[in-house]
């Protein structure tokens, strides 16, 4: 088998036939009525219009053939397609070129004649052909008609070169002209942009307008309002310097504007106030915050006068810091009242510490003099009751009865005495010591002083009850919180139980209750009372048996030193508490103690 | 040492009041104590004592101090002898009038061996000369007369 050599413009052959743009097209009657004229005046059973790709033959238009394409090797139509006639192979097996060709043989085709097809630019594109089962030949004339139809058929190829170049044409000029529309849309959508531009730059510069008219307004009012009125006011830029005073400034310092621009308002400033003001300008100016000051400025008169200044920041709408604005204003009337008062506080501070150091001073007088008394006062007492004792012991059988009563009466004063001095030394601590209160069981506190008392064996005759809320205390009554100083507290309890068991000492039998509780009342409190069933008193004088040195019965009935009730009255004062007392003559008397918790 | 040393050792008195002095030794004649009873009658005189002891005198049995003396006041006579080589060991009461807080504080701090308040009551101040000689010069084991060297 001998393959159709590969033609020299084989390049330019297959743009051409690129061109055509039929390869692997539909169908279309116009070569369909051709191949089926040239079957038909060859006598044929096969025809077709045969186009040679670059490695294989396609058939635009098929008579007999049942496929759409064959290898380009196997191809008869590309041996045509070089020739400048028809060429005609009434036998093909007796052709060389054609032996082994797959499409040749005794079954298949035999007989084949076929014309090139070539477009007026000389490019050859494949060969209109009939074939046969058998070998044969053609009439002349119908080999002649082949040529015509082939003719044909090439000119229908230019034709369609022809209008594919026109499509694409077309095609350009139409992308050329859509480009056109493409720019023109754009030209309108810029007019359409640019006459928005216009209408809001229009808008926009009514709007300045209006609020250039509106600023001129505020700034009138601004004057108007800052012209009004005594305060003065100024506001500097970003330099730190002025750059507007208002009237009343101007007025106050008789100045004109442009002497007070800038820092020229400092020449006003008093020479002592001068570097302090400046000072705290500066300092607000840098870190941007608000200032208050005072300081002195000369006045059209000549005269100083005190001004106190409040400079803020300004800022615009943006929060751009703009410099400060301030208003300071005339205070010199008040300076001049603060100067009286500071020297009058001045005074009477002096007057105060004065006074308290003499009270300091009478305070150590007195904690000398206490300390005094119970060393000193205590030592001739000691004398007086030994002596006595001794003259009892020693010479008791040389004494009648009368003489022993005497020494017993000095000795029951030394007693009465000493008492006396127990009591007031107390009675100073409470004023002196230092009140140290903690929690501390307010029930236990009690419970250890009766006990105290039962060993002592005070009140031995007395019923003795204790309670807690409204019942009797046993040993599962749980503590009774309060806050207090233990020691005064102690004596507090001591001296009005001890109170109670004196004054009930005839009553039969005497009854003392202690009852404790939280006040029913709201102030959280905790309240004590010491019930007896003694003597009482009578409530007009309920203020004054808490008087130091007071006593409502006589010494030889009830011994008593009369600080006892003073006692709990400033030991209660000292720690926050209260005391009161309730009674009806012979009928017992009740004191309540109110107690922090 | 002997058993019978104790009973024949002083016991030092400091105290300046007259009447108190007069009625110690009154109540410490009614308990019968036979120690001698040496008298400091200011807080100088008992300073003085301790030279003496330096000298060689044999240390007391028990010093009694009173706190308010005059030219040297009682817990300075205290500090001394605690700083002294010999009185430091010397078993200190100190008998005073004063019940203040301050004073038991102090005086515990520099050193007292006990605090015992003056009562006014004779018959309680015979029950204290009595307690302290019965439990400082009978039950109590005094340190030697002559604080020598224990090594």
């Known amino acids: ?597 | 040492m002997t058993s019978t040393e104790p009973l024949r050792r002083a016991i030092l008195l400091v105290e300046d009041n007259p009447v108190d002095l007069d009625l110690t030794r009154r109540a410490f004649a009614r308990s019968q104590l036979t120690n001698p009873l040496e008298v400091a009658r200011d807080g100088a005189e008992a300073l003085d004592w301790l030279a003496r002891w330096d000298a060689g005198q044999p240390l007391p049995l028990v010093v009694l101090l009173d706190l308010k003396l005059p030219k040297v006041d009682g817990l300075e006579v205290l500090r001394r002898y605690r700083a002294h080589a010999l009185a430091r060991s010397v078993p200190i009461v100190v008998l005073t009038s004063s019940s203040e807080d301050r004073d038991i504080a102090r005086a515990y701090a520099d050193g007292a061996n006990s605090y015992i308040v003056k009562p006014v009551d004779f018959d309680k101040f015979l029950e204290v000369t009595a307690q302290i000689k019965l439990y400082w010069c009978l039950l109590n084991q005094p340190p030697s007369a002559h604080a020598s060297d224990p090594a």
């Open chain 1, 1 to 597: 088998m001998i393959p159709a050599p590969i033609p020299a413009d084989e390049a330019q052959r297959l743009q051409a036939l690129a061109r055509c743009a039929l390869l692997d097209t539909a169908a279309e009657p116009l070569y369909d009525e051709l191949t089926a004229l040239a079957a038909a005046l060859c006598e044929a059973p096969v025809a077709a219009i045969t186009l040679v790709d670059r490695h294989r033959q396609w058939f635009k238009s098929r008579v007999g053939v049942p496929v759409s394409e064959t290898p380009r090797e196997h191809s008869a139509c590309a041996h045509t397609m070089l020739g400048d006639g028809p060429m005609v192979c009434e036998d093909l097996l007796q052709d060389v070129r054609f032996h082994g060709n797959p499409m040749i043989g005794p079954d298949q085709h035999r007989f084949y004649a076929g014309v090139p097809l070539r477009l007026a630019s000389g490019e050859r594109l494949g060969a209109l052909c009939v074939l046969d089962h058998r070998p044969r030949r053609l009439e002349p004339a119908q080999l002649e008609r082949l040529e015509l139809l082939g003719r044909h058929v090439s000119r229908l190829l230019d034709q369609r070169v022809a209008e594919m170049r026109q499509a694409e044409l077309l095609r350009e000029s139409l992308r050329r002209t859509q480009i056109q529309v493409d720019r023109v849309d754009e030209s309108r959508r810029l007019l359409e942009t640019a006459e928005e531009a216009r209408l809001a730059l229009t808008e926009l510069l009514a709007a300045q307008q209006r609020l250039e008219e509106e600023l001129r307004e505020r700034e009138q009012h601004f004057r108007t309002l800052a012209d009004q009125g005594s305060a003065l006011i100024w506001t500097a830029g970003l330099d730190m310097g002025c750059d507007y005073f208002n009237q009343p400034w101007l007025d106050f310092t008789g100045r004109t504007l442009a002497q007070e621009r800038g820092s020229g308002w400092t020449q006003g400033l008093h020479d002592e106030d001068l570097e302090r003001v400046v000072r705290v300008y500066r300092t607000a100016f840098a870190e941007r915050r608000r200032f208050s000051t005072e300081g002195r400025l000369r006045a059209r008169d000549g005269q100083h006068r005190w001004i106190r200044c409040d400079g803020s920041p300004r800022h615009d709408s943006q929060g751009q810091f703009l410099g400060f604005i301030g208003y300071c204003c005339d205070i010199s009337e008040a300076k001049e009242t603060e100067f009286r008062m500071r020297r009058f506080s001045a005074e009477l501070e002096r007057r105060v510490a004065a006074r308290t150091a003499d009270l300091a001073a009478v305070n150590r007088e007195l904690a000398t003099f206490t300390y005094t008394v119970s060393h000193d006062l205590k030592a001739p007492l000691r004398g007086i009751d030994g002596y006595s004792r001794l003259l009892e012991l020693g010479h008791g059988e040389r004494l009648d009865e009368s003489a022993r009563e005497l020494v017993a009466s000095i000795r029951l004063g030394v007693l009465q005495m000493n008492l006396l001095i127990h009591d007031l030394l107390a009675y100073c601590h409470l004023e002196q010591r230092q009140v140290r209160a903690h929690p501390l069981d307010l029930l236990g506190l009690v419970r250890c002083l009766l006990e105290a008392r039962r060993l002592e064996g005070l009140g031995s005759r007395a019923e003795i009850r204790l309670e807690v809320d409204g019942r009797e205390a046993d040993e599962r009554t749980p503590p009774v919180w309060v806050v207090a100083d233990a020691d005064g507290l102690q004596m507090v309890l001591r001296n009005l139980i001890d109170n109670a068991l004196k004054f009930s000492e005839l009553s039969m039998p005497p009854r003392v209750c202690v009852r404790l509780g939280l006040d029913p009342g709201q102030s959280g409190c905790v309240i004590l009372s010491v019930h007896d069933n003694g003597i009482g008193f009578d409530m007009k004088y309920h203020d004054r048996i808490f008087e130091i040195f007071q006593r409502l019965e006589r010494a030889e009935a009830y011994p008593g030193t009369g600080v006892g009730l003073a006692i709990v009255r400033k030991a209660m004062q000292r720690m926050g508490g209260r005391v009161w007392a309730q009674s009806t003559p012979g009928e017992g008397a009740v004191f309540h103690l109110e107690l922090p918790r």
